[in-house]
């Protein structure tokens, strides 16, 4: 108890996600009854794998929390740091403090980071065929370690990597909601250039295909406001096997506060939509597309966050959740747009897309038009420097027969040929233009 009380008030401090992996997620299905299930006792110091946050330097940013929690003062000055310390740097300088252990750990880590991102920038060189890598001047684009200084982990690494993480994450939503815009608009594109190919008739079955699953996709049950009592309610019953009727806030909390450590954090709230996902969704059927299901699950969760989360920690407290108990749009929520009630994008978005995937193209045609050039130039010298090798050939033999015809050389005692050459001008051009070895 004593480590899951402590990574929350690091959580409940922290306004960002960066604390936010201390947190112990376990991802338990939504369908599983929690009040029928003898849940196995926590084991003290047990190590729970915690959710990627999906940043390139996930694993780094693991291990240098993993190696700060084994000291004693950091945590210590952890639990006491409010916000504005974290944020502005001040926390960091605790670092100077730390064990000459931990110090060192975090020393190696840092030089095991830096020696990933050389690679990282040398195989992005090598595809490109550059040459010359200033690696220390291409370090600079990584902005969650002082790339001046690979040798040592020092306060300054620990404040950017803070503040990197902090910067991300707060912007990793964001980033997704535009991928999935994306997704959409080259399926779109897609489509239509399918369309292009076909004759009038074809075009017209494949228009009535795409409407009908359109009409069936959208022709589902009621989906109820994300976070409203109806919503609750639903999983409370047919999740958690229990009478609507005796619907409580504190328990239903309580009950889905998988790793009991007061909080509902983002997995926990986005399991709670499932049951209102599968009215929606189905896998099976062909009109239903699992990447805009997860696009929904965000938006829900996001909604209900920005309802609940009244100190935007990304965290809901269980005083934060009976509050929103309290409102008016818990008992009377509007209704609920899913995704193919809304416009994703607008004709004029879809025609730049589609401009900046035609230049894409033109490009990448270009350099296979060049490549093409260089293959052909190559094939041309290549053509060119064996018909002077045949023609070197054909020379030499004819000089060796006009030898030959004019009388052999004089022997020896023994009947040796007192001329011997030790290589024919043939072999000689053959090595010119081949190799010694042949090769």
């Given at each position: 108890m004593g480590q899951m009380r402590w990574t929350a008030v690091i959580v409940q401090q922290c306004v960002l996600l960066v604390t936010y992996l201390l947190i112990t997620l376990e991802a338990v299905p939504i369908d599983i009854d929690k009040t029928k299930v003898k849940g196995e006792p926590h084991v003290e110091g047990e190590k729970i794998e915690n959710p990627d946050t999906g940043l390139?330097?996930?694993?780094?940013?693991?291990?240098?929390?993993?190696?700060?929690?084994?000291?004693?003062?950091?945590?210590?000055?952890?639990?006491?740091?409010?916000?504005?310390?974290?944020?502005?740097?001040?926390?960091?300088?605790?670092?100077?403090?730390?064990?000459?252990?931990?110090?060192?750990?975090?020393?190696?880590?840092?030089?095991?980071?830096?020696?990933?991102?050389?690679?990282?920038?040398?195989?992005?060189?090598?595809?490109?065929?550059?040459?010359?890598?200033?690696?220390?001047?291409?370090?600079?684009?990584?902005?969650?370690?002082?790339?001046?200084?690979?040798?040592?982990?020092?306060?300054?690494?620990?404040?950017?990597?803070?503040?990197?993480?902090?910067?991300?994450?707060?912007?990793?939503?964001?980033?997704?909601?535009?991928?999935?815009?994306?997704?959409?608009?080259?399926?779109?594109?897609?489509?239509?250039?399918?369309?292009?190919?076909?004759?009038?008739?074809?075009?017209r079955e494949e228009e009535s295909k795409y409407e009908e699953q359109k009409k069936k996709h959208g022709d589902h049950p009621k989906i109820n406001h994300p976070g409203?009592?109806?919503?609750?309610?639903?999983?409370?019953?047919?999740?958690?096997?229990?009478?609507?009727?005796?619907?409580?806030?504190?328990?239903?909390?309580?009950?889905?506060?998988?790793?009991?450590?007061?909080?509902?954090?983002?997995?926990?709230?986005?399991?709670?939509?499932?049951?209102?996902?599968?009215?929606?969704?189905?896998?099976?059927?062909?009109?239903?597309?699992?990447?805009?299901?997860?696009?929904?699950?965000?938006?829900?969760?996001?909604?209900?966050?920005?309802?609940?989360?009244?100190n935007r920690d990304r965290l809901v407290t269980l005083e934060e959740f009976l509050k929103a108990t309290e409102k008016k749009e818990f008992l009377e929520p509007d209704s609920w747009e899913t995704l193919d009630q809304q416009q994703l994008f607008t004709e004029e978005e879809l025609k730049e897309f589609e401009s900046h995937i035609s230049q894409q193209e033109d490009e990448l045609r270009k350099k296979a038009e060049d490549l093409q050039k260089q293959k052909e130039e190559l094939q041309r010298q290549h053509d060119q420097l064996q018909a002077q090798k045949q023609e070197l050939q054909q020379v030499v033999q004819q000089m060796e027969q006009k030898k030959l015809q004019q009388g052999n050389p004089a022997s020896g005692p023994a009947g040796e040929l007192k001329f011997q050459p030790q290589k024919g001008m043939a072999l000689v051009i053959n090595e010119v233009f081949v190799g010694p070895d042949g090769a």
């Amino acid at each position: 108890m004593g480590q899951m009380r402590w990574t929350a008030v690091i959580v409940q401090q922290c306004v960002l996600l960066v604390t936010y992996l201390l947190i112990t997620l376990e991802a338990v299905p939504i369908d599983i009854d929690k009040t029928k299930v003898k849940g196995e006792p926590h084991v003290e110091g047990e190590k729970i794998e915690n959710p990627d946050t999906g940043l390139y330097y996930d694993e780094y940013l693991r291990q240098v929390i993993d190696v700060l929690e084994t000291d004693k003062h950091f945590r210590e000055k952890l639990q006491t740091a409010d916000i504005e310390e974290i944020k502005n740097g001040k926390l960091s300088k605790e670092l100077d403090l730390v064990s000459h252990h931990v110090r060192t750990r975090l020393d190696e880590l840092k030089r095991q980071e830096v020696a990933r991102l050389r690679m990282l920038i040398k195989a992005k060189m090598d595809s490109i065929q550059d040459t010359g890598i200033d690696h220390q001047a291409l370090l600079k684009q990584f902005e969650h370690l002082n790339h001046q200084n690979p040798d040592t982990f020092e306060p300054k690494d620990l404040d950017m990597l803070i503040k990197a993480a902090t910067s991300d994450l707060e912007n990793y939503d964001k980033t997704r909601h535009e991928e999935f815009k994306k997704y959409e608009m080259m399926k779109e594109h897609e489509r239509r250039e399918y369309l292009k190919t076909l004759n009038e008739e074809k075009r017209r079955e494949e228009e009535s295909k795409y409407e009908e699953q359109k009409k069936k996709h959208g022709d589902h049950p009621k989906i109820n406001h994300p976070g409203s009592k109806d919503q609750l309610k639903e999983v409370w019953e047919e999740a958690d096997g229990l009478d609507p009727n005796d619907f409580d806030p504190k328990t239903f909390f309580k009950l889905h506060d998988v790793n009991n450590d007061g909080f509902l954090d983002e997995q926990e709230l986005e399991a709670l939509f499932t049951k209102e996902l599968e009215k929606v969704y189905d896998p099976k059927n062909e009109e239903d597309d699992m990447v805009e299901m997860e696009e929904e699950r965000l938006r829900m969760r996001e909604h209900v966050m920005n309802e609940v989360d009244l100190n935007r920690d990304r965290l809901v407290t269980l005083e934060e959740f009976l509050k929103a108990t309290e409102k008016k749009e818990f008992l009377e929520p509007d209704s609920w747009e899913t995704l193919d009630q809304q416009q994703l994008f607008t004709e004029e978005e879809l025609k730049e897309f589609e401009s900046h995937i035609s230049q894409q193209e033109d490009e990448l045609r270009k350099k296979a038009e060049d490549l093409q050039k260089q293959k052909e130039e190559l094939q041309r010298q290549h053509d060119q420097l064996q018909a002077q090798k045949q023609e070197l050939q054909q020379v030499v033999q004819q000089m060796e027969q006009k030898k030959l015809q004019q009388g052999n050389p004089a022997s020896g005692p023994a009947g040796e040929l007192k001329f011997q050459p030790q290589k024919g001008m043939a072999l000689v051009i053959n090595e010119v233009f081949v190799g010694p070895d042949g090769a």
